[in-house]
């Protein structure tokens, strides 16, 4: 079925100026990348965007983390990304491979790139993706500005 993913360069991958190794490996997927864009993330989108979260006692680490407060990300920077194709929320979910990275192979995108670290009690992976067609499309519509995203 062809679907949308929304995917988040997240500030420790910039940080180690890996983007491009990260997009390499997605774009392998034959999926077709249909918006993208740098912007700053501000607090309150990205509260938005963890909603679900609300209530965990994880959620404002991990809105330090996607602020990029403990990285040397200036302004907040992330990459957005919206892949297009057939199951591509499947396909990229298991390139990026699980979330903590202590537990993905280490042959994906966090099990080569991420870390969990335990004394600061946060999981650097990298990448976030929707993990639904219907969560993309809600994703979507939080980072991308109708226009944006273009029809492959």
């Not at 006692?57 to 602020?67: A, C, D, G």
């Not at 920077?77 to 919206?82: L, Q, T, Y």
């Not at 335990?118 to 979507?140: G, L, P, T």
Request: with cysteine.
């Amino acid at each position: 079925m062809k679907e949308r993913c929304l995917v988040l360069i997240k500030p420790d991958a910039l940080e180690k100026r890996i983007t491009g190794l990260v997009v390499d490996r997605l774009e392998r997927l034959e999926l077709d990348i249909v918006a993208a864009k740098t912007l700053a993330a501000t607090e309150d989108l990205i509260r938005k965007h963890y909603a679900h979260l609300a209530g965990k006692p994880f959620l404002e680490s991990t809105v330090h983390y996607m602020m990029g407060d403990y990285n040397h990300i200036a302004n907040h920077k992330i990459i957005a990304f919206v892949f297009q194709g057939e199951d591509a929320v499947k396909k990229i979910r298991t390139a990026l491979g699980a979330t903590n990275p202590d537990n993905a192979a280490p042959d994906t995108i966090r099990g080569s790139f991420g870390k969990f670290d335990k004394v600061a009690d946060v999981v650097y992976n990298c990448v976030h993706a929707s993990d639904s067609a219907q969560d993309a499309e809600r994703e979507i519509a939080l980072w991308f500005k109708p226009g944006e995203v273009l029809d492959a």
